[in-house]
């Protein structure tokens, strides 16, 4: 039998396996709301968005996609982020600290101020 995979084009290798990611990572109920099966929400969007902090690179493509999709969720998204950076001490100041751990710091602070811990 033939490898269905290989006779795909490289367009549809690349969305076959941005898909299977999507799934790995998401909730149905947040890839239903990517995919617009489902209206989005803004306890749907923060999810997405605080996942991509938590999980890194990997799902920069569609965090990035549904932040630029929908303006105002990331409007207030972005206000509370500015908030909760103004209200702590994060470190970010500390030009000698790892990047990778400065980015895990800041995760776990934005995770634990949108109650997503």
Same mark, same amino acid.
């Given at each position: 039998?033939?490898?269905?995979?290989?006779?795909?084009?490289?367009?549809?290798?690349?969305?076959?396996?941005?898909?299977?990611?999507?799934?790995?990572?998401?909730?149905?109920?947040?890839?239903?709301?990517?995919?617009?099966?489902?209206?989005?929400?803004?306890?749907?969007?923060?999810?997405?968005?605080?996942?991509?902090?938590?999980?890194?690179?990997?799902?920069?493509?569609?965090?990035?996609?549904?932040?630029?999709?929908?303006?105002?969720?990331?409007?207030?998204?972005? @206000?509370?982020?500015?908030?909760?950076?103004?209200?702590? @001490?994060?470190?970010?100041?500390?030009?000698?600290? @790892?990047?990778?751990?400065?980015?895990?710091?800041?995760?776990?602070?934005?995770?634990?101020?949108?109650?997503?811990?």
């Amino acid at each position: 039998m033939e490898n269905l995979f290989e006779n795909l084009e490289l367009q549809q290798k690349e969305q076959f396996l941005m898909a299977a990611m999507e799934l790995k990572y998401f909730t149905l109920t947040q890839w239903k709301a990517i995919y617009g099966i489902i209206p989005m929400s803004q306890e749907l969007f923060d999810g997405i968005q605080l996942l991509r902090l938590k999980m890194g690179e990997e799902l920069e493509p569609v965090a990035l996609n549904i932040f630029l999709k929908y303006s105002v969720f990331a409007s207030n998204y972005s @206000d509370r982020l500015e908030n909760v950076v103004k209200a702590q @001490d994060t470190g970010i100041e500390d030009i000698e600290m @790892d990047t990778v751990a400065l980015y895990k710091k800041c995760a776990t602070l934005y995770m634990k101020n949108f109650n997503m811990t």
